[in-house]
Every structure is written in structure tokens, then in C-alpha cells.
């Protein structure tokens, strides 16, 4: 049976040690109701008792914690969507290096390995999210995230506020420090001259206006920039009428810290202009 009215529901899984608790209290932070560890079975009956208008987006982690309740999942999630409500699943996911030394660095033990090593509740742990994390609408991988870098990923991707199209996030990077995975597009701005050898320009960002100017007051820039939002008003609305609600537009240079950053703040304020949600991430620019 249909409650009233629909929700909103996020849910939040992935490895431990991934971001699920930032991920959740970003969540909290733009309004959601959100519980920690709720068991997938007791979904329907959430949606149920936050009935009316007192709590209209719900986010909940799912994790392996589960036991043997986290095969029920699909089903589970499949009859709250049947229920009218619209249900999002966010995987949080990160390389097994990265996962290891955060272990290390916070000296605990693996969940699904109190006894054993942490590469082995790594293992465990990824066999048993293998189904959740087929059924995720998105999957965040956060290798290279600092909690403030992953706070804005995911309140950008799902703040409750209304946009005109799918919620946008333009981030620029280095390719020295690797392409971002979370990237649906990805343009190399490296044909440009770079400010690193103007001596005056090595030692500021993209955001300082000398930089900025250097970068964007060229023809081929110009160009550059116009042709990138005609593609992105081009592909934007057809994303969202397939259901891709967050798109990550990534711009990258040699080390992120000047001509992607510049054009990276360019595209924003054209495509804000566009009544679009955009959110900023210089992903590189403070690194060496």
C-alpha cells in the first residue's frame, strides 16, 4: 500500500572505512532524517511511521552489518519504490590500500575481521556488498578524499533544494595526481600555455585574477570554454531524462592548480547562469 506522501529516500552503503559516516551526517547537515545502521527490513515500516510532512527526505545506512538480513536488500528496496517513494542507493567504495592504512591510522579492527587482518574483512566485506553495489545509482570512490572534499561530493549530488536539471559539480584536478573516477566527463585543458612558467604566475592558483586573466583571455580558450557548455546545455537535459540526476564535469591540466582552475570557475558561472545547482571542487589546487 501506497504512504503518503512519498519520500526520499537515500540509502548509504559501502566499505567500511569508506566515508559512509561523513556521507551521512553531509546528509543531515541539508536537512535529511537520517539513521545509522537501521536494518534494510524495518525500511518499509520508516517510510510508514514518518508519514506526513514532518520528514520528506530519509537516508539510512545499509552496510554489512546486515548479517544475514543484507540479502533481503533488493527486495526490500524494490517494494518501497513500488510504495511511490523514490529510493537512491549511494555506494561508497575506495581502493584496498586506501581502506588499509586508514585502519592502521585509527588502529581499529575490520568489522568482518575482529581477529583476522584487515585485508581479509577487506575481502569479506567486498564479497558480501557485491549485490548492494550492483544496484547503486552511484558510486563514489573516495581513494583521494579528504571528509571535506567528500561532504561537498555528496551534498552537492543530493541536496533536497530544487534544480532545474541534474545536480552538477565542475571540478578541476591534476593528471599528475590522476584522473578523478568519479568524473562523467573529463576535458584536458593541457593545450593551453601554462602560467607555472611565468614567473610572477608560478606561485598563485587559477583563482587569483592574474592567473585567471593569463588562462581565459586567449581566443582558444574562449572557444574552448564555449564549445564545453554548448556540450554540457546539449547533453545535461538528455542525462536527465535517461535518470542520471548528478553529472561531474572535470577539467585537467598538468597539476591543478592553474589553467583548470580558472576554467573550471569560468564553466560555473556560465552554467549557473543557466539556473543549474552548481557546486565548485578544486580537487589538487593545495597540493605540491
Known sequence: ?????????VIISGMSGSGKSTAIRALEDVGFFCIDNLPV???????????GGQFEHLALVVDAREGIFLHEAPRVLDEVRRAGHH?????LDASDESLIRRFSETRRRHPLAPTGSVSEGI?????????????ADQVIDSSVLNVHDLKRMVQGRFNPEPASGPSLSVMSFGFRHGVP????LVFDVRFLPNPYFVP?????????PRVSAYVLDREETQQFVEKVVDLCRFLFPRYQ????????VALGCTGGKHRSVAIAEELRKRLVGDNQRVQLWHRDVEKE
Open 123 to 135: 575481502q569479506a566485506e567486498r564479497e558480501a556488498l557485491k549485490d548492494l553495489r550492483e544496484l
Open 87 to 91: 529510493v537512491e542507493v549511494l555506494f
Open 181 to 184: 573516477p568519479q568524473a562523467d
Open 41 to 51: 527490513l524495518l525500511l518499509p515500516k520508516l517510510t510508514e511511521l514518518a508519514g
Open 1 to 9: 500500500m501506497k504512504t503518503a506522501p512519498a519520500k526520499h529516500v
Open 200 to 208: 610572477e604566475l608560478k606561485g598563485l592558483t587559477g583563482k587569483d
Open 241 to 248: 531524462k535517461e535518470g542520471k540526476a548528478y553529472l561531474t
